[in-house]
């Protein structure tokens, strides 16, 4: 690690935090993650409890909830306490509820969703500002099945300044049809230019906005140039362990991450046992520079 990587670790570690009152909040790593207690999914939270959980979400990217008993009705009234739920069309999802994704994994799975370093939806226009997924089973042998998340914030930050000025001078183009590939997609997949580096709207901080499971290439390159750098900034994730945490799921998880600033990666490692979760997406805004 050099010393840019260093300087930005401490910076993301050591910012000044409030402490909460009425939810516990215990960090998953310095840099990314927090398991949230004392907080009941199932009911209507109070002010007090939903404000904490909003800067928690904002402070740690990626917030764990342990052993909540929901209904599909309660995931998505939480849900929509953050935003409108994105709605998919019925001929596209397993299921017959469009605003639930299932995520599901079996004997017969020949992939699965997620496993790529990705966010989800960056090929929208407004891709989603987070995603909620409710884990329901877990694998039979006792372990697997985890999900890495990754900070975008410290990923920018790792970089010399002179590749984050750069970086921020260029556009790029998310394709929805790169994860059908080897597959025939559905018509219709979005596919759109958004900043290489965007600014989180509610926090104002900058993030690197690509990602291997969507964007295909930088539009100011040439294509052998473009590929070199999104090589060297998908490689950034994938070799950079400090960027990341995992989390370990359990029946009754629910983890509700923030896509404006963080990449996921679901480990398919529990073939062929079977895993099953739903999962929700807010809707968000148009990613600026
Ligand atoms: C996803 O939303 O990409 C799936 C994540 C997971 O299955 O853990």
């Known amino acids: 690690m050099d010393q840019q990587g260093l300087n930005a670790i401490e910076r993301i570690a050591g910012a000044q935090r409030m402490p909460y009152r009425s939810i516990s909040v215990e960090r998953l790593t310095p840099v990314i993650g927090a398991e949230i207690g004392g907080v009941d999914l199932s009911r209507s939270l109070p002010p007090e409890q939903l404000a904490e959980i909003r800067r928690a979400f904002l402070e ?97 930050e790792m970089l010399s300044p002179a590749m984050q000025g750069f970086l921020g001078t260029l556009t790029a183009i998310h394709d929805g049809e790169i994860p059908w590939k080897g597959y025939t997609p559905p018509p219709g997949l979005p596919k759109t230019e958004h900043p290489v580096v965007v600014r989180h709207p509610e926090t104002g901080r900058p993030s690197l906005f690509v990602n291997s499971g969507f964007t295909s290439h930088i539009v100011q390159l040439s294509a052998g140039e473009s590929q070199v750098l999104l090589g060297m900034l998908f490689d950034l994730v994938a070799r950079e362990p400090v960027l990341s945490c995992r989390v370990r799921w359990a029946p009754g998880t629910l983890v509700f991450w923030d896509n404006r600033c963080t990449q996921h990666h679901a480990v398919w490692d529990y073939f062929p046992h079977s895993r099953y979760g739903e999962r929700v997406t807010i809707l968000g805004g148009r990613p600026q520079a």
């Open 60 to 156: 740690n990217h990626v917030l764990v909830f342990r052993d909540q008993q929901l209904s599909v009705e309660q995931h998505k009234a939480f849900g929509r306490l953050f935003g409108q739920l994105r709605a998919l069309p019925l001929e596209d999802i397993d299921g017959d509820d469009p605003e639930l994704v299932v995520i599901r994994a079996n004997a017969q799975s020949r992939f699965v969703a997620g496993e790529t370093w990705h966010t989800d939806g960056t090929a929208d226009p407004e891709p989603s500002m987070g995603s909620m997924l409710y884990v329901k089973e877990t694998p039979a042998i006792g372990t697997g099945g985890d999900t890495l998340f990754a900070n975008m914030h410290l990923a920018l």
